[in-house]
């Protein structure tokens, strides 16, 4: 039997390939679902953004083309702000659509806002900053109460009330070139935040509607507070250390002190324990302000206690027998402790200047110094009688700093006494030495060659 020929096996192997794939290649397909769009959600808490990784924004792209000033400048100043983030960008606060390059991005159906009213900035600004699960997405250091205390502020109460003078969130922080307060460039800056205050509170036409005093920044400048800030001093407050920032709200008479209470505690504690306590709160004034005023407070004295014609005290006891015999008596306390103070310090400085070194001084003087800070706290207690507790513990002070101080001359003395006797033995041999020299030549000399 003849085997079949290698050609035919040929074409009936390719017959069956072509009756295998034709079937698969002329059925029709079923349609497929369309590829899930990318999620507008950044996974951020209750907060849609677009994804991380989607840096679109044709807002920044079209707006820095145009030749308007008035709609390039927001890009511009946008780009060096602290919302410059995927996560943020324009639509954080104008909505819109930032993936459509045409003016459709403004679209109402977008919820576009192309300039927020006087009444919505906090609204929207509190709807990033009070979202926390949002707000620790992007900086968990940022707190996420500042709506909720700016509400409770006076501004907050006149902004919902309509005042379009009030300040609200974009006056203070501004507008497109938000920089973090941290940074010398922010108003709300600490170095910053005074100069940010006058421009509205310095502004006698701007505070003429709500008959509020313009002189209150020019004050704190000169008073000791302002003073202390001008030089540096970190502790030093300024009109957010005393009023707050977000919640800002003039202090009342029953509050000031709390306010003063922040820095100066132990002040606040000892003035609760005086007469004067009880008596400032029935009569409605403000206990550290009567005294040492608010804005311009000046640098505590010991002459503002006493009898004298500038004594506080005298503003209100000038006719007043037992209050007027209670200052007397701690303005003498006072006086004799800083008699006793500066004792200690000039014996102190006569040894130094004298070449002597007085072992344990600078301790003993730093021990005389704190007793002084502490009687100055004291005294706001109006107890004569602590008041003198405080003076003896400086005495003890004193007289410890000027027994080291004797000790020392007299081991001065002693160390003299040594030497001039050191000197005086030295001298006497010298004089033997020189005599026996003397008279050994001599004998030499009668001896002959």
Same mark, same amino acid.
Request: charge should be positive.
């Given at each position: ?11 009936? =192997? ?61 890009? /511009?100043?946008?780009? #060096? ?40 900035? !906090? ?20 707190p996420v109460g500042q709506l909720a205390l700016y509400s409770l502020s006076l501004h ?19 507008? #497109?070139?938000?920089? !973090? ?22 502004? /006698? ?37 005393? #009023? ?8 009342? =008479? ?20 005086? !007469? ?34 500038? =004594?506080?005290?005298? /503003?209100?006891?000038? #006719? ?92 001065? /003395? ?36």
């Amino acid at each position: 039997m003849r085997s079949p020929s290698p050609l035919l096996l040929a074409l009936f =192997a390719g017959l069956l390939v072509l009756l295998g794939v034709l079937p698969s290649a002329l059925a029709v397909q079923p349609d497929q679902p369309p590829a899930p769009a990318a999620s507008s959600s950044g996974g951020l808490g209750s907060r849609a953004l677009p994804a991380p990784t989607d840096a679109t924004n044709t807002c920044a792209s079209c707006h820095g083309t145009l030749t308007d000033n008035k709609l390039r400048t927001p890009t /511009k100043e946008y780009l #060096h702000s602290v919302h410059r983030d995927e996560r943020i960008g324009c639509v954080g606060c104008h909505k819109g659509d930032p993936r459509d390059p045409t003016v459709g991005a403004h679209s109402p159906s977008t919820g576009f806002i192309p300039h927020p009213t006087h009444a919505e900035v !906090p609204q929207i600004c509190g709807g990033c900053h009070s979202d926390a699960a949002y707000i620790r997405r992007i900086n968990s250091r940022l707190p996420v109460g500042q709506l909720a205390l700016y509400s409770l502020s006076l501004h907050g109460k006149l902004t919902s009330a309509g005042d379009t003078a009030a300040p609200d969130c974009s006056t203070c922080h501004g507008k #497109h070139d938000l920089q !973090p307060p941290a940074s010398p460039l922010s108003p709300v800056n600490r170095a910053n935040v005074a100069k940010l205050c006058s421009g509205c509170h310095a502004s /006698k036409d701007r505070m003429s509607k709500y008959d509020i005093r313009t002189d209150q920044f020019d004050k704190w400048t000169k008073s000791v507070h302002g003073q202390a800030f001008a030089a540096g001093n970190p502790n030093a407050p300024t009109c957010t250390g005393c #009023h707050g920032a977000h919640a800002s709200t003039p202090p009342d =008479a029953s509050s000031v002190a709390r306010a003063c209470g922040r820095c100066h505690e132990q002040e606040m504690q000892l003035f609760e324990q005086s !007469p004067h306590s009880a008596g400032f709160r029935k009569r409605g004034l403000a206990q550290c302000v009567a005294c040492h005023s608010n804005h311009d407070v000046a640098r505590a004295s010991a002459n503002m206690v006493g009898i004298g014609p500038d =004594a506080t005290c005298m /503003k209100c006891h000038n #006719h007043d027998d037992k209050p007027k015999q209670v200052a007397s008596d701690i303005s003498d306390l006072l006086r004799s402790s800083r008699e006793r103070a500066a004792e200690a310090r000039d014996a102190v400085a006569r040894a130094t200047a004298a070449g002597l070194r007085v072992a344990g001084a600078a301790y003993s003087l730093d021990q005389v110094a704190t007793a002084e800070q502490k009687i100055r706290a004291i005294v706001h207690t109006l107890d004569p009688a602590r008041v003198q507790s405080m003076v003896d513990d400086i005495d003890k002070s004193v007289t410890e700093t000027l027994t080291l101080v004797a000790n020392a001359e007299k081991a001065r /003395k002693e160390e003299r006494r040594g030497y001039y006797t050191a000197l005086a033995l030295a001298g006497l041999l010298l004089i033997t030495l020189a005599l026996k020299t003397l008279q050994l030549d001599r004998r030499h000399r009668q001896a002959g060659p």
